[in-house]
T-cell receptor, first 114, second 112 residues
Framework: DTAVSQTPKYLVTQMGNDKSIKCEQN?????MYWYKQDSKKFLKIMFS???????INETVPNRFSPKSPDKAHLNLHINSLELGDSAVYFC?????????????FGEGSRLTVL | QQQVKQSPQSLIVQKGGIPIINCAYE??????FPWYQQFPGKGPALLIA?????SEKKEGRFTISFNKSAKQFSLHIMDSQPGDSATYFC???????????FGKGTMLLVSP
Protein backbone atom coordinates (compact mmCIF):
# COMPACT_ATOMS: atom_id res chain seq x y z
CA ASP A 1 0.00 0.00 0.00
CA THR A 2 1.35 3.40 -0.97
CA ALA A 3 1.56 5.67 2.06
CA VAL A 4 1.53 9.00 0.21
CA SER A 5 0.24 8.91 -3.35
CA GLN A 6 0.14 11.69 -5.90
CA THR A 7 -1.57 11.98 -9.26
CA PRO A 8 -0.70 12.59 -11.96
CA LYS A 9 2.95 11.53 -12.00
CA TYR A 10 3.59 13.55 -15.15
CA LEU A 11 1.78 16.62 -16.39
CA VAL A 12 2.54 18.55 -19.57
CA THR A 13 0.52 21.67 -20.28
CA GLN A 14 0.54 25.04 -21.99
CA MET A 15 1.25 28.40 -20.42
CA GLY A 16 -1.84 30.06 -19.05
CA ASN A 17 -3.69 26.84 -18.28
CA ASP A 18 -5.01 25.84 -14.85
CA LYS A 19 -4.07 22.45 -13.44
CA SER A 20 -4.41 20.44 -10.24
CA ILE A 21 -2.31 17.80 -8.56
CA LYS A 22 -3.95 15.45 -6.09
CA CYS A 23 -2.42 13.94 -2.97
CA GLU A 24 -3.70 11.33 -0.56
CA GLN A 25 -2.07 9.80 2.52
CA ASN A 26 -3.22 6.67 4.34
CA UNK A 27 -0.91 7.07 7.33
CA UNK A 28 -3.42 8.82 9.55
CA UNK A 29 -1.17 11.87 9.76
CA UNK A 30 -2.42 15.26 10.83
CA UNK A 31 -0.20 17.48 8.73
CA MET A 32 0.35 17.56 4.99
CA TYR A 33 2.72 19.60 2.87
CA TRP A 34 3.57 20.60 -0.66
CA TYR A 35 7.21 20.97 -1.67
CA LYS A 36 8.62 22.21 -4.97
CA GLN A 37 11.86 20.71 -6.29
CA ASP A 38 13.51 22.71 -9.03
CA SER A 39 15.94 21.55 -11.69
CA LYS A 40 18.83 21.95 -9.24
CA LYS A 41 17.14 19.54 -6.82
CA PHE A 42 16.48 22.25 -4.25
CA LEU A 43 13.48 21.34 -2.04
CA LYS A 44 11.40 24.34 -1.10
CA ILE A 45 8.34 24.18 1.10
CA MET A 46 5.25 25.78 -0.35
CA PHE A 47 2.51 25.01 2.15
CA SER A 48 1.79 23.06 5.29
CA UNK A 49 -1.77 22.24 6.35
CA UNK A 50 -2.74 20.99 9.80
CA UNK A 51 -6.27 20.66 11.12
CA UNK A 52 -7.54 23.39 8.88
CA UNK A 53 -4.63 25.68 9.66
CA UNK A 54 -2.81 26.70 6.52
CA UNK A 55 0.72 27.99 6.70
CA ILE A 56 1.88 29.55 3.48
CA ASN A 57 5.42 30.22 2.40
CA GLU A 58 5.28 33.91 1.62
CA THR A 59 7.35 33.48 -1.52
CA VAL A 60 4.70 31.30 -3.17
CA PRO A 61 2.65 33.20 -5.78
CA ASN A 62 -1.07 33.39 -5.06
CA ARG A 63 -1.67 31.48 -8.31
CA PHE A 64 -0.95 28.42 -6.17
CA SER A 65 -3.69 27.32 -3.80
CA PRO A 66 -3.92 24.21 -1.64
CA LYS A 67 -7.29 22.60 -1.11
CA SER A 68 -7.97 20.02 1.59
CA PRO A 69 -11.33 18.23 1.41
CA ASP A 70 -10.40 16.15 4.46
CA LYS A 71 -7.44 15.24 6.65
CA ALA A 72 -6.17 12.58 4.25
CA HIS A 73 -6.12 14.75 1.14
CA LEU A 74 -4.30 17.90 0.14
CA ASN A 75 -4.60 18.96 -3.47
CA LEU A 76 -2.61 21.68 -5.22
CA HIS A 77 -4.32 23.92 -7.72
CA ILE A 78 -2.30 26.18 -9.98
CA ASN A 79 -3.83 28.99 -12.01
CA SER A 80 -2.37 30.71 -15.07
CA LEU A 81 0.64 28.43 -15.35
CA GLU A 82 3.99 30.00 -16.20
CA LEU A 83 7.18 28.53 -17.64
CA GLY A 84 8.89 28.93 -14.26
CA ASP A 85 6.34 26.66 -12.64
CA SER A 86 7.98 23.69 -14.35
CA ALA A 87 9.32 21.51 -11.52
CA VAL A 88 8.65 18.36 -9.56
CA TYR A 89 6.04 18.86 -6.87
CA PHE A 90 6.13 16.61 -3.83
CA CYS A 91 3.37 16.02 -1.37
CA UNK A 92 4.39 14.92 2.12
CA UNK A 93 2.79 14.16 5.44
CA UNK A 94 3.81 13.94 9.07
CA UNK A 95 2.26 13.22 12.43
CA UNK A 96 2.04 16.52 14.21
CA UNK A 97 3.58 16.50 17.64
CA UNK A 98 5.68 13.32 17.26
CA UNK A 99 8.81 15.34 17.94
CA UNK A 100 10.60 13.50 15.16
CA UNK A 101 9.81 15.80 12.27
CA UNK A 102 9.83 12.78 9.93
CA UNK A 103 8.21 13.54 6.62
CA UNK A 104 6.82 10.86 4.36
CA PHE A 105 7.01 11.95 0.73
CA GLY A 106 5.07 10.88 -2.31
CA GLU A 107 6.89 10.02 -5.52
CA GLY A 108 6.38 13.45 -7.01
CA SER A 109 4.47 14.99 -9.89
CA ARG A 110 6.63 16.35 -12.69
CA LEU A 111 5.01 19.43 -14.20
CA THR A 112 6.23 20.73 -17.54
CA VAL A 113 4.85 24.03 -18.81
CA LEU A 114 5.38 24.69 -22.52
CA GLN B 1 18.41 33.52 4.00
CA GLN B 2 19.59 29.93 3.76
CA GLN B 3 19.44 28.43 7.22
CA VAL B 4 21.10 25.10 6.37
CA LYS B 5 24.17 25.12 4.15
CA GLN B 6 25.22 21.83 2.57
CA SER B 7 28.42 20.86 0.78
CA PRO B 8 29.65 19.57 -1.55
CA GLN B 9 27.07 19.95 -4.29
CA SER B 10 28.24 16.73 -5.91
CA LEU B 11 30.59 13.93 -4.97
CA ILE B 12 32.11 10.97 -6.79
CA VAL B 13 33.76 8.14 -4.89
CA GLN B 14 34.87 4.65 -5.74
CA LYS B 15 33.13 1.63 -4.32
CA GLY B 16 34.34 1.04 -0.79
CA GLY B 17 35.22 4.70 -0.25
CA ILE B 18 33.83 6.88 2.55
CA PRO B 19 31.94 9.88 1.19
CA ILE B 20 31.41 12.69 3.67
CA ILE B 21 28.71 15.31 3.30
CA ASN B 22 28.74 18.38 5.51
CA CYS B 23 26.04 20.73 6.73
CA ALA B 24 26.08 23.88 8.80
CA TYR B 25 23.12 25.61 10.38
CA GLU B 26 22.47 29.07 11.75
CA UNK B 27 19.38 28.80 13.91
CA UNK B 28 20.40 27.64 17.41
CA UNK B 29 16.78 26.67 18.11
CA UNK B 30 17.08 23.71 15.73
CA UNK B 31 17.10 20.48 17.72
CA UNK B 32 16.41 17.76 15.18
CA PHE B 33 18.76 17.00 12.28
CA PRO B 34 17.73 14.34 9.78
CA TRP B 35 19.27 13.19 6.55
CA TYR B 36 17.07 12.25 3.62
CA GLN B 37 18.02 10.07 0.66
CA GLN B 38 16.44 10.53 -2.75
CA PHE B 39 16.76 8.15 -5.69
CA PRO B 40 15.94 9.34 -9.22
CA GLY B 41 12.21 9.44 -9.84
CA LYS B 42 11.38 8.95 -6.17
CA GLY B 43 10.55 11.16 -3.24
CA PRO B 44 13.06 11.78 -0.45
CA ALA B 45 13.03 9.24 2.38
CA LEU B 46 14.38 9.52 5.90
CA LEU B 47 17.77 7.84 6.21
CA ILE B 48 19.03 8.69 9.68
CA ALA B 49 18.53 11.49 12.21
CA UNK B 50 20.23 12.91 15.28
CA UNK B 51 19.44 15.22 18.17
CA UNK B 52 22.03 17.57 19.71
CA UNK B 53 22.32 15.62 22.97
CA UNK B 54 24.64 13.11 21.25
CA SER B 55 27.72 13.68 19.10
CA GLU B 56 27.41 10.64 16.89
CA LYS B 57 24.79 8.18 15.69
CA LYS B 58 25.32 5.06 13.59
CA GLU B 59 22.80 3.05 11.65
CA GLY B 60 24.41 0.34 9.56
CA ARG B 61 26.93 1.93 7.22
CA PHE B 62 25.59 5.44 7.82
CA THR B 63 26.95 7.70 10.58
CA ILE B 64 26.01 11.22 11.59
CA SER B 65 28.61 13.28 13.41
CA PHE B 66 27.31 16.34 15.25
CA ASN B 67 29.26 19.34 16.55
CA LYS B 68 26.92 21.59 18.52
CA SER B 69 29.45 24.32 19.28
CA ALA B 70 30.38 24.65 15.61
CA LYS B 71 26.75 24.26 14.51
CA GLN B 72 27.77 21.60 12.02
CA PHE B 73 26.81 18.01 11.28
CA SER B 74 27.94 15.54 8.69
CA LEU B 75 26.98 12.23 7.10
CA HIS B 76 29.56 9.50 6.56
CA ILE B 77 28.84 6.44 4.45
CA MET B 78 31.15 3.54 5.25
CA ASP B 79 32.07 1.01 2.57
CA SER B 80 29.99 2.88 -0.02
CA GLN B 81 28.24 0.86 -2.71
CA PRO B 82 26.93 1.76 -6.18
CA GLY B 83 23.43 1.38 -4.74
CA ASP B 84 24.15 4.34 -2.45
CA SER B 85 24.25 6.60 -5.50
CA ALA B 86 21.52 9.14 -4.80
CA THR B 87 20.94 12.71 -3.75
CA TYR B 88 21.34 13.33 -0.03
CA PHE B 89 19.70 16.17 1.83
CA CYS B 90 20.46 17.37 5.32
CA UNK B 91 17.71 19.15 7.16
CA UNK B 92 16.90 20.77 10.47
CA UNK B 93 13.79 21.53 12.46
CA UNK B 94 12.52 22.56 15.86
CA UNK B 95 10.82 19.83 17.88
CA UNK B 96 7.06 20.01 17.93
CA UNK B 97 7.06 22.03 14.74
CA UNK B 98 7.58 19.53 11.96
CA UNK B 99 8.41 21.77 9.03
CA UNK B 100 11.93 20.94 7.92
CA UNK B 101 14.47 23.33 6.45
CA PHE B 102 16.47 21.44 3.84
CA GLY B 103 19.99 21.92 2.57
CA LYS B 104 20.46 22.18 -1.19
CA GLY B 105 21.39 18.53 -1.60
CA THR B 106 24.47 16.52 -2.59
CA MET B 107 24.45 14.25 -5.61
CA LEU B 108 26.56 11.22 -4.75
CA LEU B 109 27.87 8.82 -7.37
CA VAL B 110 29.60 5.66 -6.23
CA SER B 111 31.49 4.13 -9.11
CA PRO B 112 31.84 0.32 -9.32
Amino acid sequence: DTAVSQTPKYLVTQMGNDKSIKCEQNLGHDTMYWYKQDSKKFLKIMFSYNNKELIINETVPNRFSPKSPDKAHLNLHINSLELGDSAVYFCASSRQGTNTGELFFGEGSRLTVL
Amino acid sequence: QQQVKQSPQSLIVQKGGIPIINCAYENTAFDYFPWYQQFPGKGPALLIAIRPDVSEKKEGRFTISFNKSAKQFSLHIMDSQPGDSATYFCAASISGYSTLTFGKGTMLLVSP
